[in-house]
């Protein structure tokens, strides 16, 4: 029986077994309490055994009992006099599964710093921290599948390899079947067309262009699956691999697309401060204080709205000395986001109209030829969560933005087939789950988020 299930039962002495972990074991004079998780839920379930009611197989498992080992528990459910927990097992049977060596296992009790943990990824999901941030994760994925659904969104699977760069980035991940050491050693240029799929490919950086076909056909859809970019950024916001949530909806302009982004971040914070009460508890008195108020504000909130160019304005009269000065045609960097979200808006504010130059291709161009119908969802303490845009619909005008970029415009002819054949207005925004996670749980660091990070030279596990 699953722990989070046993902790749900009120205490009527019914006989019972659980399975898990231990976490701790505390011998007393007469009563030997072990500590069992199986990492259903935050909590574990206290295990007291009599040591005077213990037969002999018992009594010499608890003898040769250390942190880690695995364990199945016999006893009955009984109201527990501790303070904290409103049951606890009376334990009659413990049957060490799988022991763990007293001396040699890496998790004793005692404070391990993140980064250590980082080095034994495949064993932190044990600790409280890691065991919290993978429910958190989960119930997170559920949520997002869940939101769509009742949406009337279709999940679409696109491709991992790609011969596109979606974001025109150009830090993309090659693949390829060719005998690299054979190619190092020769003066000749690879051949292509020789290569598994005939032509230059790389793990997708999204996928979003495959997703916009699919809109023009089911008019809801979204993907949600892993994406790639060969960025050598060591930072504590950077991976190598994440999962991107990208909803596209047909015959939708830029106000609706921000609607749904608005709609779509309460829903998810509203069903983690359901659902995940006590892991979000943890993260507010451990990891980050304040988050749960912090989400729950978000949730509340009505997003406020305002262009890049009053946002560069904004900040201009702030007299505020920030490291990166804001200009008329600079990206916005974090601490400009977290100011316009915590002394400007004061809340959630999602940021329109910004200048072509420091966006993608496929933006939809504004009548200014100066600015993009593109968003970024900007929330307290993180700053943007959330990029998107209307898409530009017009064939001639998407074929002369190509062309200004020096795009090979052959390359993406099933992409240009879709303002031939039936063109409508549509929009889409992109959201990095592990993003999501990090500003859910509070984790300083992205690369604990999600369960074997990949970054510049870190691909163990």
């Known amino acids: 029986m699953l722990i989070k299930d046993i902790l749900e039962i009120k205490a ?15 011998d007393m004079k007469n009563l030997v309490f072990v500590e069992v998780n199986d990492g259903s839920c935050f909590a574990g379930i206290q295990c007291a055994f009599d040591k005077a009611m213990l037969d002999a197989k018992t009594e010499t498992a608890l003898s040769r009992l250390t942190a880690g080992a695995s364990v199945r528990v016999r006893g009955r459910l009984v109201t527990s006099p501790a303070s904290g927990q409103s049951v606890e ?4 049977e413990l049957v060490i599964i799988g022991s763990a060596g007293a001396d040699d296992y890496p998790l004793q009790k005692k404070h391990h710093s993140l980064e250590f943990l980082r080095e034994i990824a ?17 119930r997170l994925a559920f949520a997002v599948n869940r939101f769509f659904e ?3 969104f279709f999940l679409v699977h696109t491709p991992i390899i790609t011969a596109n760069d979606a974001e025109g980035a150009g830090a993309m991940f090659q693949v390829t079947t060719l ?25 997708t950086v999204s996928g979003q262009l495959e997703a916009e076909t699919y809109a023009a056909a089911l008019s809801r859809v979204y993907t949600f699956g892993p994406t790639f970019r060969a960025e050598n950024s060591n930072t504590v916001r950077h991976l190598a691999e994440f999962w991107m949530i990208e909803p596209e909806m047909a015959f939708a302009e830029l106000p609706d697309l921000m609607a749904l982004a608005e709609d779509f971040l309460k829903y998810l914070f509203r069903d983690a ?7 979000l508890a943890f993260f507010d008195q451990r990891v980050q204080k304040g988050v749960i108020e912090n989400l729950q504000n978000v949730a509340d909130s009505k997003f406020a709205h305002i262009t890049y160019t009053d946002a560069i304005n904004e900040l201009q009269k702030s007299k505020v000395d920030f490291e990166f ?14 100011y316009l979200t915590e002394n400007i808006a004061s809340g959630p504010v999602i940021v329109t109209d910004y200048p072509k130059e420091i966006k993608a291709f496929y933006m939809k161009l504004n009548g200014d030829d100066k600015t993009v119908r593109a968003m970024d969802v900007l929330v307290p303490r993180l700053g943007e969560i959330i990029g998107g845009s209307q898409r530009e619909e017009n064939l001639q005008t998407l074929e002369r933005r190509m062309a200004e970029l020096g795009m090979n415009a052959k390359d993406y002819s099933w992409y240009l087939d879709l303002r031939r054949y039936g063109t409508v207005p549509h929009s889409g925004f992109g959201l990095g789950f592990e993003r999501l996670v990090q500003y859910v749980t509070g984790m300083a660091n992205i690369r604990d988020v999600i369960p074997y990070p990949r970054a510049a030279g870190q691909a163990d596990f």
């Open 325 to 338: 000065k804001p200009v008329w045609g600079c990206d916005l960097q974090t601490e400009h986001e977290r």
């Open 12 to 26: 009527d002495n019914r006989e019972l077994s659980a399975s898990g972990w231990a976490r701790t074991k505390r």
């Open 122 to 138: 495949h064993l932190r999901a044990r600790t409280n921290t890691f065991g919290a941030v993978a429910r958190v994760r989960s």
């Open 179 to 203: 005998d690299l050491a054979a190619l190092a050693k020769s003066a000749a240029p690879p051949v292509w067309s020789r290569d598994f799929f005939a032509k230059r490919c790389y793990l």
């Open 273 to 279: 401060l359901e659902k995940s009460g006590d892991d």
């Open 89 to 92: 097992i009376a334990g009659e």
């Open 150 to 152: 009742e949406n009337g």
